[in-house]
């Protein structure tokens, strides 16, 4: 039988500050996923092998925060000998139970997020096989540490009824393959960042577009610092003197891992949602002068319905702009130019890949002509 510690504030509860973080970083990655989803079909008009991992991870992530916002309800994030004393040991086992069911380590959102480099950069089946491998290495291992978690004790029911009876292994064995499954993540996160940076960095173009697209491509470095803050409250999860509070810090940190990672997989996909959001005000107020220097504008776009279209431009999409030429035979030339932004839709882009046209939404025109 456990012994919890009585020495404690029966009024004291972080079970809010659970619910908060759990469905405010939540809410955050169902918002990027639905705003890639939006961008993926807007710009692309089919889905692909990495949106379908994103999605479910996204499911498994608020499957997991209801878990968690369940057993808060229960107990979770009060003292163990508070929640015993006036609920009895039966809401404490319960509360244990799903806590414990509630506990993830997958890494899907990293499949996605290599299948999006691999696309985005130039063909290279060594780099491809190694990101592929890395990636498909860290979901074994964080699905081998979900065994782990179950099968540490015999019976299983021990986990979170302590008073079954039965036996379970050192608690060391669960405490060093999680660190371990965390470090391999913490590499992992960091290649899937360096490797498209190395690449763009390269590349000749303005130094503001080249630190754009690589802080969006490097996002995962963000996660492997959370993962790294997460490794160090691990041994929380095999605390018996008070595991219903003790426990917190190690599930707080849990619910932004899982999220702040889907996250950091949408944000590239996102690039043409951006440009439309907050560049169109831009273009209406008169910053037009970069199309009006270079004559007609046009665009590439990948609407199957038509094979050729012209959009006529709107009153303040016209940009008017006296050149003036000092050579003789541009002297006809002078006066006021009007210019206008077309349109070109071909079939060719109808053969693309989603992959090809996230290349070319993502990935700046200067950026595309230096490959």
Not at 122 to 148: E, G, H, K, W
Not at 184 to 200: E, G, H, K, Q
Request: hydrophobic share 45%.
């Amino acid at each position: 039988m456990a012994t919890f510690d009585t020495d404690v504030d029966f009024s004291e509860s972080h079970g809010a500050e659970i619910n908060v973080v759990a469905w405010v970083f939540t809410g955050s990655a169902i918002a990027t996923v639905f705003l890639k989803l939006f961008a993926r079909g807007h710009f692309s008009h089919n889905l692909g092998w990495d949106d379908f991992f994103i999605f479910f991870s996204l499911g498994l992530s608020i499957i997991a925060a209801a878990f968690v916002s369940y057993s808060v309800t229960l107990g979770l994030g009060r003292h163990t000998a508070a929640v015993i004393a006036e609920h009895g040991m039966e809401r404490y086992v319960l509360t244990a139970k799903w806590q414990i069911i509630a506990f993830r380590a997958y890494s899907f959102p990293n499949i996605s997020i290599a299948i999006l480099i691999t696309h985005l950069l130039d063909p290279n089946p060594l780099r491809t096989r190694c990101l592929y491998a890395m990636v498909t290495m860290q979901v074994v291992f964080a699905m081998i540490s979900v065994l782990i978690v179950f099968l540490q004790c015999s019976p299983t029911q021990m986990l979170w009824d302590p008073s079954v009876g039965g036996t379970c292994w050192d608690p060391d064995v669960f405490d060093d393959f999680m660190y371990w499954v965390s470090a391999y993540t913490t590499v992992t996160d960091i290649v899937l960042a360096v490797v498209p940076i190395s690449v763009f960095w390269k590349l000749q173009m303005r130094v503001s577009t080249k630190l754009g697209v690589c802080i969006m491509m490097g996002l995962t470095l963000l996660s492997a610092i959370v993962t790294i803050v997460k490794a160090t409250y691990l041994h929380l999860f095999t605390n018996r003197t008070d595991p219903l509070y003790d426990v917190v810090t190690l599930v707080i940190w849990g619910l932004i891992e899982q999220n702040v990672v889907i996250v950091a997989a949408c944000i590239p996909t996102l690039r043409p949602f951006f440009r439309i959001a907050f560049g169109t005000k831009g273009s209406r107020s008169g910053n037009t002068s970069s199309r009006t220097r270079s004559g007609s504008g046009f665009k590439l776009s990948s609407n199957p319905k038509h094979s050729l279209s012209q959009r006529l431009p709107s009153e303040s999409e016209i940009a008017l702009e006296t050149h003036h030429d000092d050579t003789e035979s541009n002297a006809s030339h002078h006066g006021i130019w009007r210019t206008q932004e077309v349109h070109v839709e071909s079939d060719e882009e109808d053969a693309l890949s989603h992959t090809d046209r996230d290349l070319r939404n993502i990935v700046p025109a200067e950026l595309r002509s230096a490959r």
